[in-house]
């Protein structure tokens, strides 16, 4: 289920909520630089995520998104292999980062923060499991992009109910 909460300090900003089908959620918001971020509420316990087919609409949304990478992946820093976006953090060198895994199987979803473990490559504190998508100076921009779409898609020209059967997203 995805549904949006205004953000109080941020007047007309909203922040989304992914929560899967074992009720564990993941935020979307849009950061003071306009990145976008993705974070687990609870990355020490929770860092795998499922969706599948009983969320009709999320379920869709991720459909869409993994199809529109599949069409725009850069194909010299590709982000698709096989059934799996694999997304680098961007607000860290590649070897510090963070990564999202995506995995399309069959009926569902796996989505999987995967936190960079080595502490001895950390030049500063990280945020839990964080993952940016940067809008200036992305390694993937034609990628970057498609998240950004489907986030500012759901949280500024969706209303969650009368957008649960719109097959055009991406």
């Known amino acids: 289920m995805i549904t949006k909460q205004p953000r109080p300090e941020h007047q007309g900003c909203y922040d989304l909520t992914v929560t899967d089908r074992d009720g564990k959620s993941f935020i979307m918001t849009v950061g003071g630089n306009?990145?976008?971020?993705?974070?687990?509420?609870?990355?020490?316990?929770?860092?795998?995520?499922?969706?599948?087919?009983?969320?009709?609409?999320?379920?869709?949304?991720?459909?869409?998104?993994?199809?529109?990478?599949?069409?725009?992946?850069?194909?010299?820093?590709?982000?698709?292999?096989?059934?799996?976006?694999?997304?680098?953090?961007?607000?860290?060198?590649?070897?510090?980062?963070?990564?999202?895994?995506?995995?399309?199987?069959?009926?569902?979803?796996?989505?999987?923060?995967?936190?960079?473990?080595?502490k001895e490559s950390w030049t500063y504190p990280h945020r839990g499991c964080a993952i940016c998508f940067c809008n200036s100076g992305s390694r993937v921009p034609k990628v970057e992009s498609l998240f950004m779409r489907m986030f500012n898609y759901l949280a500024y020209e969706c209303d969650m109910v009368q957008c649960e059967h719109d097959d055009n997203v991406m």
Not at 78 to 92: A, G, R
């Open 34 to 118: 306009f990145d976008l971020y993705w974070l687990p509420e609870n990355h020490k316990e929770n860092r795998t995520f499922g969706i599948d087919r009983e969320d009709e609409f999320t379920f869709n949304i991720f459909e869409q998104l993994f199809d529109a990478v599949g069409k725009k992946d850069d194909k010299y820093r590709p982000v698709l292999q096989d059934n799996t976006i694999k997304f680098i953090s961007e607000d860290w060198p590649e070897e510090e980062a963070n990564h999202l895994l995506i995995t399309r199987e069959k009926d569902s979803f796996q989505i999987d923060f995967v936190q960079n473990e080595d």
